[in-house]
């Protein structure tokens, strides 16, 4: 079955701490996406990438960090410098970074700092 | 920078009714891309429908249906027959068609419920 998968799906943190999300996707898709999202605030864009080794900041990018080394893998660190890093995760993918083109999304993760 | 705007928190429908969910936006652009994504309790996003801007025909998908009005930046959703399943939050969400036009910019939802 293709899609996205994540992991975990609650992650549970102590204040200080850096943390690693995992996602993965076997749509052999080039654009990935994270997203934030908080009650009442929709979803918010944080790092995206178009192609391996490349990636951009979103809209929230401070106290977040990724990486890009294979197609198909784009994690992301929530580092301590994250003020509230209480959130649902949820990442994306898309063919390309043509809009017209379905971002499909994975699970999500739910991270709770302690 | 863009804006959505989703102004109904929550929504009651009766089962097989139909209801209509609000979505208005603001762009300078001409060209982009409005979409409504689905939220069951999973928490996994689907897509239900997609517009694009330039096209003057209003998107549809089986019981799913939208009154897109350009000049009134209006993207409303709307749901005929409605089903239990239909229970959800729902995310209206706006992508440029530019270059930069990487991101989604969602509103912040209106959650449906569906009485039985």
């Known amino acids: 079955d293709g899609g996205i998968t994540q992991s975990p799906k609650y992650l549970f943190r102590k204040e200080g701490q850096n943390v690693t999300l995992s996602c993965e996707q076997n749509?052999?898709?080039?654009?990935m996406y994270w997203y934030r999202q908080d009650p009442g605030q929709g979803l918010r864009l944080i790092y995206y990438?178009?192609?391996?080794?490349?990636?951009q900041k979103g809209d929230i990018a401070e106290g977040y960090s990724v990486s890009r080394e294979k197609k198909e893998s784009f994690p992301l660190t929530v580092t301590s410098a994250q003020k509230n890093p209480t959130a649902f995760y949820l990442c994306?993918?898309?063919?390309?970074?043509?809009?017209?083109?379905?971002?499909?999304f994975g699970p999500g993760t739910r991270l709770t700092v302690l | 920078a863009q804006t959505v705007t989703q102004s109904q928190p929550e929504m009651s429908v009766q089962e097989a009714e139909t209801v209509t969910l609000s979505c208005t936006y603001d762009?300078?652009?001409?060209?982009?891309?409005l979409f409504w994504y689905k939220q069951p309790p999973s928490r996994q996003m689907i897509l239900v429908i997609r517009?694009?801007?330039?096209?003057?025909q209003n998107a549809t998908e089986n019981r799913f249906s939208v009154n897109f009005q350009k000049a009134a930046k209006s993207f409303s959703l709307k749901i005929s027959d409605s089903q239990l399943g239909d229970a959800a939050m729902y995310f209206c969400?706006?992508?440029?068609?530019?270059?930069?036009?990487?991101?989604?910019?969602f509103g912040t939802g209106t959650r449906l419920a569906v009485r039985p």
């Open positions: 517009q694009e801007a330039y096209k003057q």
């Open positions: 994306a993918s898309s063919l390309d970074r043509s809009a017209i083109n379905e971002q499909f």
């Open positions: 969400a706006y992508r440029s068609s530019k270059s930069s036009g990487d991101k989604l910019t």
């Open positions: 990438s178009q192609i391996v080794n490349d990636f």
């Open positions: 762009t300078s652009e001409s060209d982009y891309y």
């Open positions: 749509l052999n898709h080039d654009a």
